[in-house]
């Protein structure tokens, strides 16, 4: 078969730098090999079996999904499945069907979610589901308060849904990485004092499952930490650039677009707009955006419609013609990657592989 | 075949109400009627073939696509079809072949995507494109800026690619519609002065294309216009209601979730978030969040992850049991659908049909 090139994909595409993921996946395994951790990447990033297996063949302790839909495409992967979310209807009834062929762990922050899950699981009749109870750490979305209510939920447990641990997730630690310290200590002691307190219940957490991509490689400084779940690292975005959690040179997944506008002064318009990129904002300090060029970092994503975005060129001498190509960081990768509908593997010029996701869409 | 209950169906899940978005359609088309002015709704909000026969049977003048997989997906639907954006690459290819079937318009803004159009035309072979210049007219995303370059564009026409008149988009008017006073005097002015311009270079626009949602019950005020491209309307979404473009129980979409945590005091979490309800911002004066609940417009989407939106429980005494299920309006229901598999279309509690959308994501 005939090499395709890059040139050949219609705009707007979604690209996989190959060589790149791969220098993510290897070095974020690395690091947890090194510091004793296991990895169990959460795959709502890239939704792929094939790159999920990558994971696992490279030395993964398990997955992380979010939803039914991924848990269903991306369990075959692993043999031992993290569902790490609240179980209620079909995330019980997905948990319970994968506890028959695996491992299989959720995360919830609730009596009624265990009582949920173990109606699942009794219906399904096979297997058991271990519990991790959520904690919240400061995010306030999920996650009980403090070791008192986490001790009534893992009390709740037993009876199909066994108690094994703790799971939390640092996601509202936004600092730069190596500006981290005041979050991290407090944290710890958080982790400190729950675990204290479980143990003195007689439910010493056999799994502590944190991390997120912005704090991954400062997890070895919190203590009682057995596994980290980060997710976006897979493929990097403008936003853990932005954090110092990777490089810019570490973004692996861009969005190419094409340049159909140059009427309105001062700015190019490109095909790829909030249905591409996505309108997440950057969470990052002292950035602003939707997205940045490959290669032309002082050109950004400033304003978007649906199918739009509007190139700033007020820091460049660049001036594109039309029809000229552009590859674009997105702020956020996981929300981009499930807008798409195919990803395109590329190494240099060359398509590699092109792949449909294996889950797409959101929730159930 | 039992009937199915909105109860039944996994959550997230997207809700159509049928008789509001029925309701919806023939208040635009009378509206339009009334006027004299051409319907060509915007099929991107709905990306739904059977939707857009219902635009057409109520009598729409033709319809809308923004990329070459709406073209191929909708254009069966009409005997008009208007690709609104710049034609290179795959959107070129797709005005030339529609334009074997049907009356094929595009609109552009330069010399450039003439030229790729006219060379898509020669091509295919069969039909012939006809042009509308896009006049930018304040929202400074394509467009010329003026008759001069109007009339540059219009000039570079023919040849398989003939002159057919003007379009412009009113995306830059986001007030309320009561006070759209000083913006459509603008708007007036400005329409006046380029069509004017035309008209004396022998160029004098057959078809004025303009209307967006917001603006479109005051569209008869404004001159020159032979038609109007809302999309929103179908639906409706939040923005729509916050701009008094619609009142709230006019929007027709929802998207179901389900109350997954309320371990954190003060909120309740679902399990919609950024991947059913997008991350627009909404685009109406006073009004924050990302959603706001059917039947309890108090009730707000504070914050989302992903998989999570977090319910803002100040204005409210109600507290919503673990399991319990509600209905969202999104801010911006084009981004919510695009983010779809499946569309559900409801009467009261009964599920009446599902359909997959048709042009799935986004570009090309």
Redesign the interface.
């Known amino acids: 078969m005939p090499e395709r090139l890059i040139a050949s994909l219609?705009?707007?595409?979604a690209l996989v730098d190959l060589d790149r993921m791969e220098a993510n996946l290897r070095r974020m395994q690395e690091y947890a090999t090194r510091h004793g951790l296991g990895l169990r990447p959460h795959t709502?990033t890239h939704k792929t079996r094939w790159i999920a297996e990558r994971q696992m063949e490279l030395g993964a302790r398990g997955l992380t999904v979010?939803?039914?839909t991924e848990a269903a495409a991306l369990a075959p992967a692993t043999d031992d499945l993290l569902l790490a979310?609240?179980t209620?209807?079909?995330r019980a009834r997905a948990a319970a069907e994968s506890a028959a062929r695996r491992t299989t762990l959720v995360a919830l922050?609730?009596i009624?979610?265990v009582h949920?899950l173990r109606q699942a699981v009794n219906d399904a009749g096979a297997g058991e589901v271990g519990v991790l109870v959520?904690l919240?750490v400061g995010m306030?979305?999920?996650?009980?308060?403090g070791a008192e209510?986490a001790i009534a939920v893992a009390q709740a447990c037993g009876d199909g849904v066994p108690y094994r641990g703790l799971m939390f997730y640092p996601?509202h630690i936004r600092d730069m990485l190596s500006v981290q310290d005041d979050a991290l200590a407090s944290l710890a002691r958080t982790l400190d004092a729950v675990v204290d307190a479980l143990g003195e219940a007689d439910l010493a957490p056999e799994i502590v499952s944190g991390g997120s991509t912005p704090t991954a490689f400062r997890s070895h400084e919190l203590p009682h930490q057995t596994e980290i779940r980060p997710g976006t690292y897979v493929f990097n975005d403008r936003t853990s650039a932005g954090l110092d959690a990777c490089g810019l040179d570490d973004c692996a997944y861009t969005i190419l677009a094409?340049v159909?506008?140059?009427?309105?002064?001062g700015?190019a318009?490109v095909?790829?707009?909030?249905?591409?990129l996505?309108?997440?904002?950057i969470r990052a300090p002292a950035l602003e955006g939707f997205g940045q060029l490959l290669g032309r970092p002082e050109v950004t994503v400033d304003?978007m419609?649906?199918?739009?975005g509007?190139l700033d060129l007020s820091l460049t001498d660049w001036r594109p013609?039309?029809?000229e190509r552009v590859r674009i960081i997105p702020n956020h990768v996981?929300?981009s990657v499930?807008?798409?509908?195919e990803l395109h593997g590329v190494r240099g010029e060359a398509v590699e592989r092109s792949w449909r996701l294996d889950a797409?869409?959101?929730?159930?």
Chains 1, 2 share one sequence.
């Open positions: 219609p705009t707007p595409a709502k979010a939803t039914a979310y609240p209620f209807g079909a922050d609730s009624d979610a949920a959520e919240d306030r979305r999920c996650g009980v308060s209510q996601g094409t159909i506008s140059t009427a309105v002064a700015q318009v095909d790829a707009g909030s249905k591409a996505s309108s997440d904002p304003r419609s649906e199918e739009h509007v013609r039309l029809g996981c929300v499930n807008l798409q509908r797409t869409g959101w929730g159930a």
